[in-house]
């Protein structure tokens, strides 16, 4: 999120940027703002039941989103046999999938949040959810879903842009706290021979975001990720 804020805070100089995160790490999430500048920064967990309205109030505020991008995403690895519901399905789901739509929902519903001329919805899929990955199928399914998605709004609306980005393995926090060797094998499975950078995929989604996107196809899935898949 952090790299994304700074590429979209480049492109539009003089537009306010509200930025989410879950209250946990609100020290983080003013420090975005701060860095960034001219931010308004939300500590909402995006899956409780009233954080659509919440973002959409702080929308309104702003004279409306040109651009939505959904960043928030967190991982449970096990094998299938060592998943359960509670623990590594539901969190995953909610919070990569389910929360994305509930979002936009509320967004959709509230015609001031969102900028007359049309907004650009981008959300984070992942070639896992492209090609799959040994022990991570709640995470496939999620960002499966999240193409899905795209690709369904895309075709419903026709003002707003909805898009999905697919990156392959990117040198992230997230990613740090894999295993060094799960790690060491990601970052070389592409062509390029190494781990992806942030700004790599800010690129992607600011472009998605533009309205230089509005001539792609609906529900546009861009892959970030060397060749990987």
């Not at 040994?134 to 999620?142: D, H, K, M, P």
């Not at 842009?161 to 970052?187: H, Q, Y």
Request: aromatic content about 6%.
């Amino acid at each position: 999120g952090r790299a994304t804020a700074t590429y979209v805070r480049r492109l539009l100089p003089m537009r306010p940027i509200v930025i989410v995160d879950h209250p946990a790490a609100a020290d983080q999430l003013a420090s975005v703002a701060a860095e960034v500048g001219s931010c308004v920064a939300l500590p909402i967990d995006v899956t409780e039941m009233n954080a659509g309205n919440a973002i959409a109030a702080a929308g309104a505020d702003v004279n409306g989103f040109g651009m939505v991008i959904h960043a928030a995403g967190i991982t449970r690895d096990k094998t299938l046999a060592k998943m359960d519901a509670a623990t590594h399905w539901r969190p995953v789901i909610d919070v990569n999938l389910a929360a994305v739509a509930a979002i936009d929902a509320a967004l959709l519903a509230a015609p001031s949040a969102l900028a007359p001329a049309g907004a650009g919805f981008v959300s984070f899929g992942s070639t896992s959810g492209v090609a799959g990955n040994a022990g991570q199928s709640n995470y496939a399914c999620a960002k499966a879903g999240l193409m899905g998605y795209a690709k369904a709004m895309g075709q419903a609306s026709a003002v707003h842009r909805f898009s999905c980005v697919a990156p392959g393995f990117i040198v992230t926090e997230m990613t740090r706290k894999m295993p060094f060797l799960t790690r060491t094998i990601g970052a070389k499975l592409n062509s390029l021979g190494q781990g992806g950078a942030p700004e790599d995929v800010a690129a992607a989604v600011a472009f998605l975001a533009s309205p230089q996107a509005a001539g792609l196809a609906p529900g546009n899935v861009l892959r970030v990720c060397g060749q990987f898949v």
